[in-house]
């Protein structure tokens, strides 16, 4: 039920943290994992090889116009396409720039849209499709420090939902998991301060953070047989921290 062998998974943002653990997850279940990153082909590749002989490397710096054909044109179709890589400023609302604004946007929101314009034909073409998107707690649970990027993933659910709908006759289903605090690069210097960990950990009704790993079987279940009856949901991975 949850086999994936002969499928291929393209993972955005897989040369660490989640994404990386996303893709392990579905190699190890069979699947071909494209490890995509911004800039470093040196760090991608070491991550596939890392995760094994069934997987392949794509570059694609997805602030940039362009990106989703340049990313398609290294990898082909895929027939799971996981929406991982974000970019995320910390700053307060009344601070944050236009240039903030733009970039955030642009990857976390605008590509996913291109990306799923290039993937989704064939993946409707043959019947089958998978798109996974990453949000964030943040879509339910306000961060005073992230308006914006909580307002790009939230707007992300919304093609999620959209898409679900128009996809589903083709056997594409379309979901997104909303992860909460996660324990990778992103916050590990954030969360190496113990008064700040400590306050942030009370907010977290299981009593920890999770780990990468936290977020693979829920990607797993929405990308194998076993979720093919679910679409167009957000799975909430957060410990309780949104409730
Ligand atoms: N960590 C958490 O607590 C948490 C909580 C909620 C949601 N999330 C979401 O989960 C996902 C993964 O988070 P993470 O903490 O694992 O992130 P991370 O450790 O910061 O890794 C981000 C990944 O995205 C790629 N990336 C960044 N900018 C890019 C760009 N312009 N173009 C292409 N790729 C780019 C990075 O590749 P390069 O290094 O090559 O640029 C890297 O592989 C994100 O969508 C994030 O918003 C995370």
Known sequence: ???????TALITGSSQGIGKAIAKCLADNGAKAIIHGSSSYEKCRKVADEIGENTAVAIA??????????????TGNADILVLNASVQFRRPWDEITGEEFDKQVRVNLKSSLELIQKYAPHMQEQKWGRIVTIGSVQQHKPHKDMAVYA??????????TNLAKQLAVDGVTVNNISPGVIATPRNEEA??????????????PVGFEGTEE??????????????????????????????
């Not at 039920?1 to 499928?7: I, P």
């Open 214 to 243: 936290d977020c693979t079987g829920s990607v797993l279940l929405l990308c194998s047989e076993a979720g093919r009856y679910i679409t167009g949901i957000d799975l909430i991975v957060d410990g309780g921290m949104s409730l």
């Open 191 to 204: 969360l190496s301060d113990n008064e700040y960990r400590n306050i942030v950990l009370k907010g977290i």
């Open 151 to 160: 307002a790009t993933k939230a707007g992300q659910m919304s093609l999620v």
């Open 1 to 7: 039920m949850f086999d994936l062998t002969g499928k």
């Open 61 to 74: 710096d997805l602030s940039l116009d362009g990106c989703a054909e340049k990313l398609y044109e290294q």
